[in-house]
């Protein structure tokens, strides 16, 4: 009988410490990254992760952006389809791996993932001055020297990103140029605010009309 009961009260020893054990066990810290997706394309887009819509107030027009918004960090799928009813099925997937508390931007310039592309972004803020980079989402336009007022982003590719670089708040004269031009293809005025962050990107098509035309884009960083 004394046997009995000592195995029995060594049976519930057991089972309270593995209780006890998995009480104390650490939960696994959720990560995020942030992505911002900028709409370089003709069609007015849904955003999804992992199969999950991100843009849920309004589909994501061109020229548009969602601005930064958390999602898991490491590999994940981001897949885009055209708003509607009447496109059920992604235009396409793209597989990232984005790290841990880093902004990204993802850059849509046409239906399939090709066409796509991410930059890591490196915010911060300038109490003194606006800063501005440039971004060359325009598949067919080739190599494009970007002016504004005194900066200069000079022969960004397709897919390429320049630095940010300080400019005064205001309006700000915009001029890009295809390879070898001296006249600018676009000259326009951007209003800039001091302590703001700013993506200057080319979009569509040198012979693209309506929302594919060939233009420039703005995209609030910070």
């Not at 066990?25 to 819509?53: C, H, M, P, W």
């Not at 059920?88 to 310039?109: E, G, H, Q, R």
């Not at 239906?111 to 915010?123: R, V, W, Y």
């Amino acid at each position: 009988m004394n046997i009995r009961c000592s195995v029995f009260l060594f049976i519930v020893a057991l089972a309270g410490f593995a209780s006890c054990k998995n009480n104390d066990e650490v939960i696994a810290k959720q990560v995020s990254s942030y992505v911002n997706v900028v709409n370089a394309s003709a069609d007015t887009l849904n955003f999804f992760v992992n199969g999950t819509r991100k843009n849920n107030n309004s589909g994501l027009y061109p020229g548009g952006q969602t601005y930064y918004l958390a999602v898991p960090a490491g590999s994940q799928n981001y897949s885009f389809k055209k708003a509607g009813p009447s496109y059920p099925n992604p235009l396409f997937n793209l597989a990232l791996n984005l790290k841990d508390s880093v902004y990204n931007t993802i850059y849509v310039t046409g239906e399939s993932a090709s066409g796509a592309f991410s930059t890591t972004d490196s915010l911060y803020t300038d109490t003194v001055a606006a800063q501005v980079r440039f971004v060359n989402a325009s598949p067919d336009a080739g190599i494009l020297t970007v002016t504004v007022n005194t900066a200069s982003f000079t022969a960004r590719a397709f897919k390429t990103s320049s630095v940010f670089l300080p400019v005064t708040g205001g309006q700000n004269e915009i001029k890009i140029y295809l390879a070898g031009a001296s006249t600018p293809k676009i000259d326009t005025i951007v209003t800039m605010t001091n302590n703001h962050g700013y993506t200057l990107f080319s979009k569509g098509l040198l012979n693209g009309k309506g929302a594919a035309a060939f233009n420039v884009g703005v995209a609030l960083n910070f």
